[in-house]
């Protein structure tokens, strides 16, 4: 289980790579659901990536037509598609004309329909939908050196070129302006980023001093980010920023909180109400006076509802935690890397540690009141849906063989194992699963750059864990067990103040730090954080909000263009009065 941002950032980059020139006839914007909390719940957005296309001339939230997840390299065709279908009903003008050329045209009758300053024609054949040709014509929609064209196999301009071929599905042929032959013929199946790439290389060839200027700004360097905090601590700050986020922003994910979530939901509260006071008392009285809330509720409850009772038992109990996006150990070398789902993970370690503290007070079935909450968690409010679904197969299958899952219920089936799983087990179960996904994710690249995910723990971290190439895995329990314990729990930590060193408390007691006390340093209580935390990281580290791909003229005012958003807005008009930055 992951919550890939870096994956999700990685696509946005690539997606605008490719359809930076589609500006013309589509606008491209992603919107960071936690900077625009009330914008996403506006339009039901519950999970990230959410696609939405808003057609053209749209008016209001309602024009937009939700469509599922996408690659990369698949995201072009998807969107050319809902592009193509605007066109039929509207006919914009400026836009592309899609239809097929005629049959009967010859080249030189082609060359006839447009001016001396084109080029190159480029000739696609495919079956329907002709969803590459329609994605060319708008990736060069713009271009006054090249014309795309969507032609038949039995085209009078390629009729005798194709006669030979064993495959004729998909095919380009691309000429040259007073060349009877073409200067790029299709011999492999086509893709749109591979006939795409194949006709800069053409204009580049024609005129390389209109790529000069391109090629420069696409070789600049970013700055290097320097990473000066440590990455091994468990840190009081990131637990109360996730437990914040989560209660504030990931689990009212929904309108509603229907029969299976209202079931999760408690599972997951009963799971924080039992061991999260040990960690830190006041968040868990308030964990605990939300689940005994919860064990009142039968029905369906609304999101307002539980927003309502989260800031009532905030009050209660003192404001535990009053920040949203503060991060020690969890901060990332960028504002959109590591964070939450660091805190995340983190959690449900400290958390299971916290059980296995408690394991000779009651006799505690580790699936069940460790495993099964996590789970739970993760399948009713993680707004992943790739990473839901991977942690779910994963989950199925080492410990669900026990257990035999409904849509809305849970039927344990009664196992010797189900019976004696320890917690022990467990935190192994959490550590393991934890790895599998560092060792994916590094594979695949999808990682914070200044932070390399590895298998943990590393050896400078615990070299008793490691015998030889392999993990020493009594050891390697009894490093989480004090890794992850209260002990452990970094709940002090310095930062300036009017130019002074102070160290802020965040730990409920009335106990002063001693390292404060012999270093001459006052101790900020909890409650003054939220006086002067603007000026701590906040403008540093402030999550991504908008950011664009592409560029193009206000939204509100291009009328010409298709609206295409990453999650979307509270309306059109209100998101494109808003300043969009660009992703470094």
């Known amino acids: 289980m992951e919550i890939p941002v870096q994956h999700v950032f990685t696509m946005l980059h690539s997606i605008k790579s490719q359809l930076k020139t589609w500006t013309p006839v589509v606008a491209l914007a992603a919107v960071n659901c936690h900077d625009h909390r009330m914008l996403c719940l506006d339009h039901n957005i519950q999970y990230f990536p959410t696609l939405k296309y808003f057609k053209y001339s749209s008016k209001d939230k309602n024009d937009g037509k939700i469509f599922g997840g996408t690659t ?6 998807r969107l050319a598609s809902l592009v193509y279908e605007d066109w039929l009903e509207q006919k914009p003008k400026n836009w592309p004309n899609f239809n097929a050329t005629a049959s009967d045209l010859s080249l030189d009758d082609i060359w006839k329909n447009f001016n001396d300053s084109v080029l190159l024609v480029a000739l696609i054949v495919e079956p329907d939908p002709q969803r590459i040709t329609w994605a060319e014509m708008i990736n060069f929609a713009s271009n006054e050196r090249v014309q795309i064209l969507q032609a038949s196999v039995d085209n009078a301009a390629i009729k005798d070129l194709n006669s030979s071929k064993s495959d004729q599905s998909k095919q380009l042929y691309m000429f040259e302006r007073g060349s009877p032959n073409p200067v790029v013929e299709s011999r492999e199946r086509i893709t749109f980023q591979k006939v795409r790439e194949q006709i800069i290389d053409e204009l580049r060839r024609l005129r390389p001093q209109e790529f000069i200027e391109e090629d420069a700004s696409s070789t600049s360097e970013t700055a290097t980010v320097k990473v000066t905090w440590t990455q091994f601590e468990v840190h009081i700050v990131d637990l109360l920023s996730t437990l914040y986020n989560m209660l504030k922003t990931e689990i009212p994910n929904d309108l509603v909180f229907k029969r299976s979530k209202l079931k999760g939901l408690k599972i997951w509260m009963k799971f924080l109400a039992k061991y999260m006071p040990s960690i830190h008392s006041s968040a868990g009285k308030l964990c605990k006076s939300l689940y005994g809330w919860l064990t009142t509720q039968h029905k369906e409850v609304q999101r307002t509802v539980w927003l309502d009772r989260v800031n009532k038992y905030m009050r209660e109990t003192g404001h535990p935690i009053k920040f949203a996006s503060e991060w020690m150990a969890c901060r990332g070398s960028k504002p959109f890397l590591r964070d939450y789902n660091c805190g995340l993970w983190t959690l449900f370690h400290v958390l299971t540690v916290a059980a296995h503290t408690r394991r000779n007070q009651s006799d505690i079935n580790a699936v069940e009141e460790v495993l099964k909450p996590i789970h739970q968690f993760i399948m009713n409010f993680l707004n992943c849906e790739h990473c839901k679904n991977h942690f779910d197969a994963h989950y199925l299958k080492t410990v669900g063989a026990n257990q035999t899952y409904y849509s809305e219920t849970v039927v344990d089936i009664i196992a010797s194992f189900y019976l004696l799983i320890s917690v022990e087990k467990a935190i192994m179960w959490l550590w393991d699963t934890h790895n599998i996904v560092n060792k994916v994710l590094a594979q695949l690249g999808k990682q914070d750059p200044a932070f390399p995910k590895q ?18 895995k009594p050891e390697v329990l009894n490093f989480l067990v004090n890794y992850y314990g209260k002990q452990n729990i970094t709940y002090t930590f310095e930062t300036k103040k009017s130019g002074l060193l102070d160290l802020l408390d965040l730990s409920d007691s009335s106990r002063a730090s001693t390292t404060a006390n012999r270093l001459g340093w006052t101790p900020i209580k909890l409650e ?8 701590f990281r906040t403008k540093v580290f402030n999550p991504l909000a908008v950011a664009p791909l592409g560029t193009s003229s206000s939204m509100a005012e291009e009328s010409a263009s298709a609206r295409h958003y990453f999650h979307s807005s509270n309306s059109l008009r209100h998101l494109a009065n808003q300043s969009f930055r660009a992703f470094k």
Do not use: I, T, Y
């Open 528 to 535: 003054e954080f939220s006086k002067f935390s603007d000026n």
């Open 455 to 472: 298998q943990f723990p590393p050896r400078s971290l615990c070299s008793s864990c490691w015998n030889d190439d392999h993990f020493d």
């Open 72 to 77: 990369a390299e698949k995201f072009p065709l």
